[in-house]
């Protein structure tokens, strides 16, 4: 590898021009082919079983998710303005062509079923807008008694009413989005204009996913470019370190663009995490170098860069490699936007390594030593760090067991704290809570039964089970059981909605038939009469034509996972008793495959953490040819995971597909320190013979890099707090917390272990 080295450097013009030339190629292709993936069902692995039945059961039931439109008006829905409005948008929006005039609900579209004297009728509640009171107070009559209406598309208190668009998950794109929002603010005046729903929070989320991103981009690049000057103290050597990140970024997106995956919420942190993780090869390089060019002020360009690859491409290499493991561990998950993140961030942080041992020694035989020779200043500022670095090693040894104490109970806080972590499905709460987003959901949520669905799906053995009464009386009553039992259950509908309905219209609209009939003949003499006089397409939304399964959608206010659970805990416990009547129960809808998603990602964090830390602690044995190395430089790694993972329970930080990530970033980075320092620890211990010199050398190389390198990942990954999606700033601030647990767990407890081990001084 040296001389691999040595001999391309005779040529540090071409490097230069070649990495160039190339980074220019792959910037084009990341021009031409980057696209935001808006699909939140394509960032879950539609072969899984759930995935698969659930889509299956959505061909059945024709099960969308909806476009949610609010209009309010504090004097009443019912007035001419606001029937017309609602009339004139409905309209609207049964020409676009991503929309089919069938799937859009209104008051105006509704039906409204009503016994006549020759039996059932199934009418619209108005089809020209009233304008005398007398017809405005019929309408009202009619939509508060009809239960399948009142509550559901007219708020109870009578200032609100929706329209509600379903649309199939392939025709959303960003144009279509911006055009829906256009057109509901066409109708704003004086009512007001709400837009919610799952697809507006995937638009909303793509819409501001990129645009943070070319926010933050800039802002971390500033703060690397101040961090990295104030640590390195040279124009040169900070130039040529963020050339390293930059390019290695624009590879890693180039390189996602060339081979079309598209790029997910999470994949835009990834230019923040190769800024942040690509600097610290050149931290260590150029602290080497410095510290040569002290011992050696005579030493010619030529001379000290050889000398920084002969002495550190090994480190250099080594923790590249590590912190790729701990990225290519994710690959383990299956949830697509974490294995993409960990496949493109290893493959970045191979070519930040890649870069650092030939872009930075090319760039200093051009450019010339970055750093100024000798300055009593620098002499005096050397001996003040080298006193400290001293001090500071033989305080840890000589308080050793207050270090073993503190880490003791450190690691059994954390292990409490792990025992708090949930998992999070919620796409609304990455939003800020005083989001338009969040509050228009929450207005929506507190006038209706809730913009988030969960659907059961109730399969019978035979045809016509669900004509029987006692069945229909059973799903009648777990319906209703979660939306009584449960605050966050707004609302529920079934097939058993309609009878009811039908049973009470068929009886002069007497409040004492709204039950499910106690006669099968007659519930299907219902269902006949109304097929014959509606429209049996909405019919076939709770309920297939043979009768055998059914579809009951239970509406919450809430979209994260206590909220699904609490609701599928309830209805569980109806699962047996369906079974006495041959029904089996499953679940289906973009709820329940976003409860599935946040399983995957804990079972893929699980899996990630154990394989990473098991290859790193094989790698960092093959490397130093020594099973207890590997063991004790895993250490800080576990450590730091613990305590990150401890930090999310005890502040009730829930597991999310972006704080998913902190397992594999602290073992990542993390491994970086540990890497350094026994390495130089190696040298040292062969080269002095003496344990005390060894460890205050090592702090002293070793320990001053690994400083200035926690300081500017640091610094770069706070940057996230500027976010302006929470977890993004959550994330920031974790792996700020693991970088700085790292770098402490390495420089005491990891250096206590590999002090007291004596490992590098058995034969001495």
Do not use: C
Not at 49 to 63: C, G, H, L, R
Not at 146 to 169: K, W
Not at 194 to 218: F, N, S
Not at 514 to 524: G, R, S, V, Y
């Amino acid at each position: 590898m040296e001389k691999i080295l040595e001999r391309a450097l005779r040529y540090p013009w071409l490097i230069l021009a070649s990495i160039l030339v190339i980074s220019a190629a792959f910037f084009m292709v990341m021009r031409e082919n980057t696209r935001m993936e808006t699909d939140l069902d394509k960032y879950m692995p539609q072969e899984h079983p759930a995935f698969v039945y659930s889509n299956q059961a959505e061909e059945w039931f024709d099960i969308k998710d909806g476009i949610i439109i609010a209009l309010e008006n504090n004097e009443g829905v019912y007035n001419y303005t606001t029937l017309k409005k609602v009339k004139a948008l409905t309209k609207e929006l049964q020409k676009m062509k991503e929309i089919n005039k069938n799937d859009v609900t209104s008051l105006y579209t509704a039906d409204n079923i009503v016994g006549t004297e020759d039996g059932m009728d199934v009418k619209a509640f108005y089809k020209r807008v009233p304008k005398d009171s007398a017809k405005l107070a019929e309408l009202r009559e009619k939509v508060r008694s009809n239960e399948m209406v009142f509550g559901r598309l007219v708020s109870t208190d009578e200032t609100v009413t929706v329209i509600i668009a379903r649309i199939g998950d392939d025709v959303f794109s960003q144009e279509f989005y911006h055009h829906i929002l256009d057109v509901a603010k066409k109708y704003e005046g004086p009512e007001k204009v709400y837009v919610a729903g799952r697809p507006i929070v995937e638009g909303t989320m793509a819409y501001l996913g990129p645009k943070d991103m070319k926010r933050m981009v800039p802002i971390v690049i500033l703060v690397i470019i101040i961090v990295l000057y104030l640590v390195l103290r040279s124009v040169k050597s900070t130039f040529l370190t963020l050339m390293v990140v930059l390019f290695s970024t624009v590879w890693a997106f180039g390189l996602m663009a060339a081979v079309n995956i598209p790029i997910y919420a999470v994949s835009t942190m990834i230019p923040v995490m190769l800024i942040a993780i690509g600097v610290a090869d050149g931290i260590h390089l150029f602290s080497h170098l410095y510290l040569y060019l002290r011992e050696n002020p005579l030493a010619t360009k030529q001379e000290a860069v050889m000398d920084m690859l002969r002495e550190m491409w090994k480190p250099v290499v080594m923790t590249s490699v590590t912190t790729a493991v701990g990225f290519i561990s994710l690959l383990t998950s299956q949830v697509y936007p974490i294995k993409y993140f960990g496949i493109f961030t290893a493959f970045g942080v191979m070519m930040a390594m890649v870069f650092s041992l030939l872009l930075i020694p090319a760039g200093v035989l051009v450019l010339g030593l970055p750093h100024p020779r000798k300055k009593s200043s620098d002499e005096d500022e050397n001996e003040k760090t080298d006193h400290l670095a001293y001090r500071f090693a033989e305080g840890v040894l000589k308080h050793k067991n207050l270090v073993y104490a503190l880490t003791g109970l450190i690691i059994v806080l954390s292990v409490w704290g792990m025992s708090k972590v949930w998992i999070n499905s919620s796409f609304l709460e990455k939003f800020e809570k005083d989001s338009d987003i969040v509050l228009t959901d929450q207005f929506i949520n507190e006038h209706f039964g809730g913009t988030s669905t969960l659907n059961v799906v109730l399969e019978g053995k035979d045809a016509d089970s669900f004509k029987n009464p006692k069945v229909l009386r059973l799903m009648v009553k777990m319906q209703d059981a979660t939306v009584e039992t449960l605050p966050v259950v707004g609302n529920g509908f079934s097939l058993g909605d309609y009878l009811k309905r039908m049973n009470k219209v068929m009886h002069a609209d007497s409040a004492e038939y709204n039950t499910i009939p106690d006669n099968q003949e007659l519930i299907a003499q219902y269902l006949l009469l109304y097929e014959m006089s509606g429209d049996p397409e909405n019919l076939w939304q709770v309920v297939t034509e043979d009768y055998r399964k059914a579809n009951v959608t239970i509406q919450l206010k809430s979209d994260n996972s206590k909220a699904l659970n609490s609701a599928i805990d309830i209805i569980e416990k109806y699962r047996d008793d369906f079974r006495k009547y041959g029904v089996e129960l499953n679940y289906a809808g973009s709820g329940y495959k976003a409860l599935v998603f946040t399983d995957l990602i804990l079972e893929g964090q699980i899996t990630s953490l154990i394989m990473s830390l098991f290859i790193v602690i094989i790698l960092l044995a093959m490397m130093f040819k020594k099973l207890s190395v590997g063991l004790i430089g895993s250490v800080p790694i576990l450590i730091t995971a613990f305590i990150g993972f401890g930090v999310m329970g005890l502040l009730n930080i829930p597991l999310s597909t972006t704080t998913a990530l902190i397992s594999s970033i602290a073992i990542g980075i993390g491994i970086d320190y540990a890497v350094h320092f026994i390495e130089r620890y190696k040298i040292y211990a062969a080269q002095t013979g003496d344990k005390l010199q060894t460890i205050r050398l090592t702090m002293h190389h070793s320990g001053r890099a690994i400083i200035f390198n926690a300081i500017v990942v640091i610094a770069g990954f706070l940057v996230l707090l500027a976010s302006v999606f929470p977890p993004n700033r959550v994330l920031g601030a974790l792996v700020s917390l693991n970088m700085f647990t790292s770098f402490l767990g390495t420089v005491t407890i990891m250096f206590l272990l590999l002090y007291a081990s004596n490992v590098y001084f058995k034969k001495k």
